[in-house]
């Protein structure tokens, strides 16, 4: 059984790496997985848990970063948000699905949030893209092993 202060760790770094921050979540992971001393439910469940909250900080960076569009020190020009509203609703739910990515899963996190994307469904989306990435991640290590 896993140490709860491995899971707390875990949870923690998982909601750093869902952010804009760059991931250190698969090293962690990797190295847990490679030391067999935790249970790898639990482990996928810590990582999961902390990345679905970490992806709602950028969901909710993206519902509320319209109040400084028309500022001029924003960064991102009214074109390119239009034109990124125009992709996400074309395929949105299905892109939902990429949110566990790395880097493209920030920006769709931040998208969803921007299009006020029903919170429920951003979660179930981000609960099974993160799941796959870290099961990916586990099979991975029992093959390199």
């Known amino acids: 059984m896993a140490e709860i202060h491995i899971l ?11 952010t804009v921050i760059p991931p250190q979540t698969d090293i962690l992971l990797l190295a847990l997985f490679a030391a067999k001393k ?6 996928l469940a810590s990582a999961v848990a902390g990345s679905i909250i970490g992806g709602f900080v950028n969901y909710f960076i993206g519902r509320y970063i319209r109040v400084f569009e028309n500022k001029k020190w924003f960064p991102i020009k009214q074109k390119y948000l239009k034109q990124t509203e125009n ?15 790395p880097v493209v899963g920030d920006a769709v996190a ?5 299009l006020h994307i029903n919170p429920v ?6 609960a099974i893209s993160r799941a796959a990435r870290y099961t990916f991640l586990w099979i991975f290590s ?4």
């Open 8 to 18: 707390i760790i875990l949870f923690f770094v998982s909601v750093e790496s869902a």
């Open 38 to 43: 935790y249970s790898v439910i639990l482990l």
């Open 87 to 101: 992709l996400f609703q074309k395929h949105g739910r299905v892109a939902l699905l990429l949110v566990g990515m």
């Open 110 to 114: 931040v998208t969803a949030g921007m």
């Open 121 to 126: 469904l951003f979660a179930i989306s981000a």
């Open 142 to 145: 029992l093959l390199s092993l």
